[in-house]
């Protein structure tokens, strides 16, 4: 037999959703037999597995330890591997992390070899004793934002499963801020919003952008406002109104005035200068202001309204300090 107690970072789902999670090589018919021949029980009564979890509920598993283990896995709690620097984070509690990506590390793993800054907060978490390894198998922690690889700057994870729920939300319906600061080639004098329709090429991982609606296409709205100009180029502060892959880097370089380090869209003259100059190669491209929603729904309602900022990268600072890019 073993007795499972619902931890904070557990609570809000479904009994059900938790039991496959835990005993993840175990079929649903399986475990809903067990409910109902009370084999397992929730605070000592008869669960049907529909039941919403709250911290402190007691799950009782009365199966041969033999049984749990072989439903359970070798490794199924297992976090990552490989080494991992600690994150450099701007803030923690209970429900979220916000932490400052370095350009150059994935976001998420695309293959399974890689390595990503998800990785490296589970780590920071195990490592630190703020997540006991084996509620890895029934809770895993993850980012709610992400940013190209080569992109830096803010991203949010969930620590629990409510912080998760809450920043999903509202990263997916946009009611959070998002700033971006970048440098462009060129001149650009006054606040502008612009306009277009985006399209992907899966196969090139490309964007172009059309000032109309084309086949496969979809609306984008970004607006820029300028802070400081030199050397022929202006720094930004960009606000996605709306937020689409390469959004960013694209349509500035659709209206002339490509970002700095970016190789893919950018002018590639432009680029091996700075590169020459100051070993650039990757975009100045820097997310370094998110703001709450002044409506955060609970838990998370106490930063309802709370501005996180992420300084730009040294790199970054080099750039503006070497071509004499000064305040407007």
């Not at 997540?131 to 890895?136: K, S």
């Amino acid at each position: 037999m073993q007795t499972l107690i619902v931890t904070p970072n557990e609570a809000g789902q479904r009994l059900d959703k938790l039991l496959a999670k835990y005993m993840n090589q175990a079929g649903k018919g399986f475990l809903y037999k067990m409910m109902r021949k009370k084999n397992i029980t929730l605070n000592g009564k008869k669960c049907d597995g529909s039941e919403r979890l709250g911290e402190g509920d007691e799950i009782r598993l009365f199966l041969a330890d033999e049984t749990i283990a072989k439903f359970t896995g070798d490794g199924a709690a297992n976090p990552t591997s490989g080494y991992y620097p600690k994150p450099d984070i701007i803030y923690e509690d209970s429900h979220i992390l916000v932490v400052n990506k370095p350009a150059g590390l994935l976001s998420q793993k695309a293959r399974e070899d890689d390595t990503s800054l998800n990785e490296a907060i589970l780590n920071y978490l195990i490592d630190s004793g703020h997540m006991p390894v084996e509620q890895l198998r029934t809770f895993r922690p993850s980012i709610c934002n992400r940013l190209d690889r080569n992109t830096s700057g803010l991203v949010v994870a969930g620590r629990s499963l409510a912080g998760l729920q809450v920043m999903n939300a509202v990263f997916k319906d946009r009611s959070i801020h998002k700033y971006y600061q970048c440098v462009v080639k060129g001149r650009l004098k006054e606040k502008q919003l612009i306009a277009g329709f985006l399209r992907k090429d899966e196969t090139t991982n490309t964007v172009d952008i059309y000032p109309l609606e084309v086949e496969n296409s979809v609306p984008i709205m970004t607006e820029y406002l300028p802070l400081a100009w030199g050397g022929g180029f202006t720094l930004l502060q960009v606000t996605l109104i709306t937020g689409r892959s390469h959004q960013i880097r694209a349509h500035l370089a659709s209206i002339g005035h490509p970002i700095l380090g970016d190789f893919k869209y950018g002018d590639r003259s432009v680029n091996e200068e700075m590169k020459k100059r100051y070993g650039l190669r990757a975009q100045l491209l820097h997310s370094w202001k998110l703001v709450m929603p002044e409506d955060l729904a609970a838990p998370l309602d106490y930063l309802a309204g709370r501005e996180f900022f992420a300084p730009l990268p040294e790199k970054f600072s080099r750039v503006l300090e070497g071509e004499g890019i000064h305040s407007l």
